[in-house]
């Protein structure tokens, strides 16, 4: 193990450095019925792209707070007749849904393919002040001092539900096969979804982001994807007099605290050596699924590509 983390048997016992809010189930059972009460006014729009093998649409639907949210939509080509599986998928931190050319391996295995642009990051979705495109930086702490309720990734993580919810119900899908995937943020974003839609049948995150932040600043590893934590108690509270508050309100968007509502297959990648994401913080999601699960660990590998990943999440959706 590399020195910055603790040896893998203790990881594998790990369940987090701060006890799970004892409102979170009614918390977030009051989020979701707040997204249920919106109109989607859902649009799908053609795409023009050169190929026979799929329709392609800009999806955009309403989502809590008024934002407009974009993803891009792919299907078999002539509806293909039967219903068949669909994948979610999601983009790491100020990125986005990425281009059109590379969902078409999952269009070529017959899947409907949703990949959706966050809030205010680098694609076409709204933030909730209104604006398109990138607000970045600064969405973890979003919405913090206004409350738990007031937290950006609350609307975030609403968002995935919405657009699962919106994809098993095209007559086209199969409601009984659709999975969710993403590494990073989209780890994080994948662990929401299944959280937050029962009906998600395979997750498969990668090394997931959003999750154990007092441990992330315990290890002094409050930096890169994770500065912002730094930066507000730098800026905000320098004698650290809130700081039990703040991580008290992060407890509600820390996907370690949503783990207990997945019902999901996952199929979970790390690497050992990630101090972007420690695999620690992993750790404290993973050991408290009690869905099926299986973990697969690159112990020289840290947040980076992973060779044979996709190979490998690819055959654990066949099986949806």
């Not at 809010?21 to 707040?34: K, L």
């Not at 509806?79 to 990125?95: M, R, V």
């Not at 979804?193 to 998600?200: D, T």
Request: proline letters at 6%; charged letters at 20%; a negative charge.
């Amino acid at each position: 193990m590399p020195i910055f983390e603790m040896p893998l048997a203790e990881l594998q016992q790990y369940r987090g450095s701060s006890p799970r809010p004892p409102d979170i189930d009614r918390f977030w059972d009051a989020a979701v019925g707040d997204m249920r009460a919106v109109d989607p006014d859902v649009t799908l729009r053609p795409h023009p792209f050169p190929t026979s093998a799929a329709e392609m649409f800009d999806l955009t639907f309403t989502g809590v707070g008024g934002a407009r949210v974009y993803a891009k939509y792919l299907r078999l080509a002539n509806g293909s007749g039967a219903a068949h599986p669909a994948i979610l998928l999601f983009h790491g931190y100020a990125g986005n849904s990425g281009d059109w050319g590379d969902k078409l391996a999952w269009v070529a295995q017959g899947y409907s393919v949703a990949a959706m642009d966050v809030r205010g990051q680098g694609g076409s979705s709204q933030d909730t002040g209104g604006t398109r495109g990138n607000t970045l930086h600064g969405h973890i702490i979003r919405g913090l001092d206004d409350g738990a309720e007031s937290l950006l990734f609350r609307s975030v993580f609403l968002d995935t539900a919405q657009l699962a919810g919106i994809v098993l119900g095209f007559p086209e899908v199969d409601e009984t096969r659709v999975g969710a995937m993403g590494a990073s943020q989209g780890g994080a974003l994948t662990v929401a979804c299944a959280a937050l839609e029962p009906r998600i049948a395979l997750a498969a995150p990668t090394f997931p982001f959003l999750s154990d932040y007092r441990r992330v600043w315990g290890m002094d590893l409050d930096v890169d994807a994770y500065a912002e934590l730094r930066e507000y108690l730098r800026l905000f509270d320098p004698t650290h007099e809130r700081i039990g508050e703040m991580f008290a309100r992060l407890a509600y968007i820390d996907i370690q605290n949503l783990a207990h509502r997945i019902r999901a297959r996952i199929l979970w990648t790390t690497g050992l050596m990630d101090t972007i994401c420690p695999p620690s913080t992993q750790f404290a999601v993973y050991n408290k699924i009690t869905a099926p699960k299986e973990m697969i660990i690159y112990p020289d590998f840290g947040h980076e590509d992973l060779p044979g990943l996709l190979d490998r999440q690819m055959a654990f959706f066949a099986n949806m």
